[in-house]
């Protein structure tokens, strides 16, 4: 598949040397993020009211509600992921970890810079949309066909899923709506439908720190499948434990700037000496 810039659909130009430092790896690059900037506007920020029809006579006259900011999330992030790498992101809540995985996924266009991708990312969360009114056994089947699975492969995988997942461990879950699963299920279950396949770049949000060790230690394992087989891994976490079993290159962010970006160990040390 060819190479995409997320912002506007368009092929991207062939990587070049200069602004594109790699920290590792020889694999053909699989994502490069080139000064990326996002800024995004938290609207009402001040009373907290407000009523449709203002806001509807404010977008015709094409002015700003009171109280609303923006919010520069990533400033200036540069870095290239490539393939058969594991790569963790770390740093404090509200440092712009998730922000960095909806760009590379090309959900949040940047303000300035760019982000080029080989082939679809594909970003794999705990708030991940499932239907909390259908069963389990009826997300899986979606889930997999939303991910570009037929019909036959869900129908192959669906076992190897829910065995994954452990739902039903302790009963018949995958039969009941997802609104009656506590979060660590329903996240469990997201996180084995996403893993049921290939992806060129497969980017994670805190899914490894839902679930038991018994659960954890499957994902990572799978995570390790996934470089081998595919293409790329993010992975979004607090447990450093976890970064440390999975990745081998950690991204270390910090309101919204890449401290450090090089082999899981080094920054990790200096990570643990900042907190």
């Known amino acids: ?157 669906y076992q190897d899923i829910v065995d994954f997942s452990g739902i039903d461990e302790k009963g018949d879950f995958i039969s009941l709506p997802m609104r009656t699963y506590s979060s660590g299920m329903a996240a469990r279950l997201r996180f084995s439908i996403g893993a049921a396949r290939n992806h060129d770049v497969l980017l994670i949000d805190e899914a490894l720190a839902t679930g038991d060790r018994a659960f954890q230690r499957r994902s990572e394992e799978r995570i390790r499948e996934l470089r081998e087989e595919a293409g790329t891994v993010f992975l979004v976490s607090h447990n450093n434990n976890s970064i440390r079993d999975t990745c081998d290159r950690v991204l270390w962010l910090e309101k919204g700037e890449l401290l450090m970006d090089g082999p899981t160990e080094d920054v990790l040390a200096a990570y643990e000496d900042f907190r």
């Open 1 to 157: 598949m060819a190479d995409t810039d997320t912002r506007t659909g368009h092929p991207a130009p062939a990587p070049t040397a200069g602004p594109h430092p790699a920290a590792g790896g020889a694999g053909a690059p699989t994502v490069i993020a080139d000064d990326v900037h996002i800024v995004y506007k938290v609207h009402g920020a001040g009373s907290g009211r407000g009523s449709a029809v203002s806001a509807l006579s404010r977008l015709a006259r094409r002015t700003a509600a009171a109280g609303t900011r923006e919010v520069h999330a990533v400033r200036g992030v540069t870095f290239v992921a490539r393939k058969g790498e594991a790569i963790g992101l770390i740093g404090s809540n509200g440092s712009g970890k998730s922000t960095l995985l909806r760009a590379v996924a090309g959900l949040l266009p940047p303000a300035s810079g760019r982000v080029y991708t080989h082939g679809q990312p594909s970003l794999l969360g705990v708030n991940a949309a499932l239907m909390n009114d259908l069963t389990g056994e009826k997300n899986v089947v979606l889930g997999g066909l939303a991910m570009g699975l037929s019909r036959e492969e869900v129908r192959e995988r």
